[in-house]
């Protein structure tokens, strides 16, 4: 389907593309990989007046690996943190969630900061954000903030995005050594989003208690989320497969899920409670490296 009319404005500084966009009162909107947008408007869901692409705005598509985390610049492309055999040992969590998001043709067009913009309740990416406590950056025409992906997500496809603001960067807390980590999720296809999908990690004391304990989910309903009270069964115990099946168990009937064409409510509680339990599994089982 062909795309409808619109103009397309190629700036070279942030300024310039956050000038432009608040200009144009909403009607405006940035565009990244386009593999998100583009369908959208192919649909005929989005028809804006100007495209202003962020792509030759230079500085946003950098890695950087400091004391306070791992710091992603909002161009970056899915291929580019899949390729960084860095991110294995300073956030393996982000390095494996990546290689589930679409295929590879996608992955080497889209990016980070448009799939959290894009706010799509089954992405991998706003799950893991929200999982890991990461932090987004967003550059306006004339003030910049920082805000958690939790308060970021507000709805399906919904953002805090306010008009002519562009995420510049996001930042994923440091990752903890000898942390315990897996993600599971299940599509259809591989490739395909998902149906339901889990990101967890816990960290161990001396006992091998678990504490620290984030687990997130997706595909479930309108918006990615914690599950709090899969967290609070886990905190403080052993993790062994007995413990990943009651938090399985629990986790079934704490969330809340939503029926679509794709899956009913009752199988994705089913698939939820079944990945935390296979997660729990999988993450007290992998070798740590001292
Ligand atoms: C066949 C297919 C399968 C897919 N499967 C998956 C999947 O399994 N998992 C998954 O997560 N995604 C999937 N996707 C979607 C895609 O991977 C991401 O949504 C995409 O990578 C978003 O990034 P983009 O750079 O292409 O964003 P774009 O399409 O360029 O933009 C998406 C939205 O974000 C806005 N935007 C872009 N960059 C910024 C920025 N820096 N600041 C503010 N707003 C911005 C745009 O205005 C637009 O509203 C799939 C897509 C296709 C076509």
């Known amino acids: 389907m062909k795309l409808p009319p619109f103009e397309y404005a190629s700036p070279r500084t942030l300024q310039e593309a956050t000038t432009l966009l608040s200009k144009h009162n909403g009607d405006a909107r940035p565009i990244a990989g386009g593999q998100s947008l583009l369908p959208l408007m192919a649909f005929r869901l989005a028809a804006p007046s100007l495209l202003v692409d962020l792509a030759n705005i ?16 909002a161009l970056t492309r899915w291929c580019q943190i899949e390729a960084d ?9 982000l390095s494996e969630a990546v290689k589930h998001i679409a295929h590879y043709q996608i992955r080497n067009r889209g990016t980070i900061g448009g799939s959290l913009a894009h706010a799509d309740p089954a992405a991998e990416m706003p799950a893991l954000a929200i999982t ?41 807390p440091k990752w903890r050594s000898h942390r315990r980590w897996a993600f599971q999720e299940f599509s259809k296809r591989r490739g395909d989003f998902a149906l339901g999908g ?61 029926s679509d064409m794709h899956a009913g409510a009752a199988y994705r509680q089913a698939l939820i409670g079944t990945l935390i339990e296979r997660a729990l599994v999988e993450a007290a089982s992998r070798a740590i490296e001292e």
């Open 85 to 93: 055999r860095r991110l294995t040992a300073a956030h393996p969590l």
């Open 132 to 172: 890991c406590g990461a932090e987004i950056t967003i550059a306006g025409a004339k003030v910049s903030r920082v805000l958690a992906a939790k308060d970021f997500i507000t709805g399906p496809l919904e953002t805090a995005l306010e008009p002519g603001e562009v995420i510049t960067s996001i930042r994923f």
């Open 58 to 73: 230079p500085g946003l598509d950098r890695i950087e690996i400091r004391d306070d985390g791992v710091h992603v610049g």
């Open 198 to 258: 889990v990101a967890l990690h816990f960290d161990e004391d001396a006992q091998g208690h678990a504490s620290e304990v984030h687990i997130g989910v997706f595909g479930t309903g309108d918006t990615p989320g914690r599950l709090s009270a899969a967290e609070e069964f886990v905190r403080g115990k052993k993790v062994d497969a007995g413990l990943a099946q009651a938090a399985g168990n629990i986790a079934r009937s704490a969330v809340r899920v939503a």
